[in-house]
């Protein structure tokens, strides 16, 4: 009983930090553009991805299963919290996705990013550990609730290629950051 115990909490905080960690590598990921090419669009990368971390940790703090604030989803206001963070997740994925593809427009100095095999066969070793343990908690224990839905999970996972490679992505130091001119 301690082994199922043990692997339950496990693969709780294991798919907490896949979770957390991907919007941690696009903050990262997005200091570096803002300090590469301060602006309003590097700006609006960064505001996005924190908006998406913090509103992905207010729903952890309060619907964890195991020392969340309600951990039965029973209070009245629950309902306007899923709806509130809902809406506060959409507008950070908005802002981070605007900022990025306008930031991405043709200019010197731009590289395209690089594909190892090494990048792809870690990326490809997260998704495939994810998507084990959310198929096991799925079959075997669809009494857990995690405290974001199946789909939020999946999208976090599915957004490693991505944070991984904005992360990475190369800068070429010998050509200075372009004039942006403001879109906004």
Same mark, same amino acid.
Not at 52 to 59: E, Q, R, S, V
Not at 163 to 170: T, V
Not at 175 to 181: D, G, N, R, S, W
């Given at each position: 009983?301690?082994?199922?115990?043990?692997? /339950?909490? $496990? $693969?709780?905080? *294991?798919?907490?930090? #896949?979770?957390? *960690?991907? &919007?941690?590598?696009?903050?990262?990921?997005?200091?570096? =553009?803002?300090?590469?090419?301060?602006?309003?669009?590097?700006? #609006?990368?960064?505001?996005?991805?924190?908006?998406?971390?913090?509103?992905? *940790?207010?729903?952890?703090?309060?619907?964890?299963?195991?020392?969340?604030?309600?951990?039965?989803?029973?209070? =009245?206001?629950?309902?306007?919290?899923?709806? $509130?963070?809902?809406? !506060? /997740?959409?507008? $950070?994925?908005?802002?981070?996705?605007?900022?990025?593809?306008?930031?991405?427009?043709?200019?010197?100095? !731009?590289?395209?990013?690089?594909?190892?095999?090494?990048?792809?066969?870690? *990326?490809?070793?997260?998704?495939?550990?994810? /998507?084990?343990?959310?198929?096991? /908690?799925? !079959?075997?224990?669809?009494?857990?609730?995690?405290?974001? =839905? &199946?789909?939020?999970?999946?999208?976090?996972?599915?957004?490693?290629?991505?944070?991984?490679?904005?992360?990475?992505? =190369?800068?070429?130091?010998?050509?200075?950051?372009?004039?942006?001119?403001?879109?906004?």
């Amino acid at each position: 009983m301690m082994i199922y115990y043990l692997f /339950f909490y $496990g $693969g709780d905080v *294991i798919l907490s930090l #896949l979770v957390f *960690i991907v &919007y941690i590598l696009l903050i990262i990921g997005a200091v570096k =553009e803002w300090r590469w090419i301060p602006g309003r669009i590097s700006r #609006l990368q960064l505001e996005g991805a924190i908006i998406m971390f913090l509103g992905t *940790i207010a729903k952890w703090v309060v619907l964890n299963q195991f020392f969340g604030l309600d951990r039965l989803q029973s209070e =009245e206001w629950i309902y306007w919290f899923n709806r $509130g963070e809902l809406g !506060l /997740f959409f507008v $950070g994925l908005i802002l981070f996705g605007l900022g990025f593809f306008l930031s991405r427009r043709p200019r010197p100095g !731009l590289k395209p990013w690089n594909a190892g095999l090494k990048r792809l066969t870690l *990326i490809s070793f997260i998704v495939v550990l994810g /998507f084990v343990i959310l198929t096991w /908690f799925h !079959l075997y224990a669809r009494w857990f609730h995690f405290s974001w =839905e &199946y789909a939020r999970v999946l999208f976090s996972i599915a957004l490693y290629p991505f944070a991984i490679g904005y992360l990475k992505q =190369e800068r070429n130091p010998s050509v200075p950051p372009p004039e942006m001119t403001d879109l906004i």
